[in-house]
């Protein structure tokens, strides 16, 4: 019996967690959406506002990565509770996703530094 409510307190947190995760895309879109207007409405030269706008896409790879790794998080304790083949592989896509997004946000801003 008990065992059952910590398993439904765990689907549940599962649940929020995913929320959570699409939560701060739409904070990331929506803080890089008006930051882009911003830019496009105040520099008086492209390459600043391409600038800036370059910096705001990095930027929102940072929330996307962030947004992946609670998902991750919400993955790990569903595989957990239901160690099917389907959470493990859902599971294992989400990392590697999340892992060619950071490979190539870091070669992005690195690059992005030596300019």
Same mark, same amino acid.
């Given at each position: 019996?008990? +065992?059952?409510? %910590?398993? #439904? /307190?765990l689907?549940?947190?599962?649940?929020?967690?995913?929320?959570?995760?699409? &939560? @701060?895309?739409?904070y990331?879109v929506?803080?890089?959406?008006?930051g882009?207007i911003?830019?496009e409405?105040?520099?008086?030269?492209r390459?600043?506002?391409?600038?800036?706008?370059?910096? +705001?896409?990095? %930027?929102? #790879? /940072?929330?996307?990565?962030?947004?992946?790794?609670?998902?991750?998080?919400?993955? &790990? @304790?569903?595989?957990?509770?239901?160690?099917?083949?389907?959470?493990?592989?859902?599971?294992?896509?989400?990392?590697?996703?999340?892992?060619?997004?950071?490979?190539?946000?870091?070669?992005?801003?690195?690059?992005?530094?030596?300019t």
């Amino acid at each position: 019996m008990i +065992l059952l409510e %910590f398993k #439904g /307190i765990l689907q549940a947190l599962v649940t929020i967690l995913e929320w959570l995760s699409i &939560i @701060i895309i739409i904070y990331g879109v929506m803080i890089q959406f008006v930051g882009f207007i911003k830019a496009e409405l105040t520099c008086k030269k492209r390459s600043l506002a391409t600038q800036k706008v370059l910096m +705001l896409k990095n %930027f929102l #790879g /940072i929330y996307i990565l962030f947004s992946l790794e609670v998902l991750i998080c919400a993955d &790990i @304790i569903e595989s957990i509770l239901d160690p099917s083949l389907n959470h493990i592989l859902s599971l294992s896509a989400i990392v590697i996703i999340r892992t060619v997004i950071s490979y190539f946000l870091n070669k992005e801003i690195e690059s992005e530094d030596k300019t």
